[in-house]
């Protein structure tokens, strides 16, 4: 079955970095765009970066553009998020997602939002 697991969150200070992964498990890695998604709380869950099957084609929420840089090892089956430059507003539960019949997208990459099959567990990053 597919498992995703997210890792890498923590506490850190306005300007800091963080590193986070998510190992994935269970199916193709390869073949799948993948992305992360925010959740801050009493907000509703956001779209932060999307990156094609092949890692080529990225894309990114204007709120984290040059700050956040989106990676993945296919080899490892594992996605990365680089946080740099950290602010106060990007607080929030971080969650890794597999994307549905998507490899790489054709539109405005926003618009694949609800092919979303599997959702992470979620880790925290708090940036105070």
């Known amino acids: 079955h597919v498992q995703l697991v997210e890792s890498g969150g923590g506490l850190v200070h306005p300007g800091g970095s963080l590193r986070l992964s998510c190992a994935a498990s269970?199916?193709?890695?390869?073949?799948?765009?993948m992305g992360w998604f925010r959740q801050a709380p009493g907000k509703e869950r956001e779209g932060v970066s999307l990156i094609s099957w092949s890692g080529g084609s990225t894309y990114y929420a204007d709120s984290v553009k040059g700050r956040f840089t989106i990676s993945r090892d296919n080899a490892k089956n594992t996605l990365y998020l680089q946080l740099n430059s950290l602010k106060t507003e990007d607080t929030a539960m971080y969650y890794c997602?597999?994307?549905?019949?998507?490899?790489?997208?054709?539109?405005?990459?926003?618009?694949?939002?609800?092919?979303?099959?599997?959702w992470g567990q979620g880790t925290q990053v708090t940036v105070s």
């Open positions: 997602a597999k994307f549905r019949d998507l490899q790489e997208p054709t539109g405005p990459w926003m618009s694949y939002f609800d092919r979303v099959d599997y």
């Open positions: 269970g199916f193709t890695f390869s073949n799948y765009a």
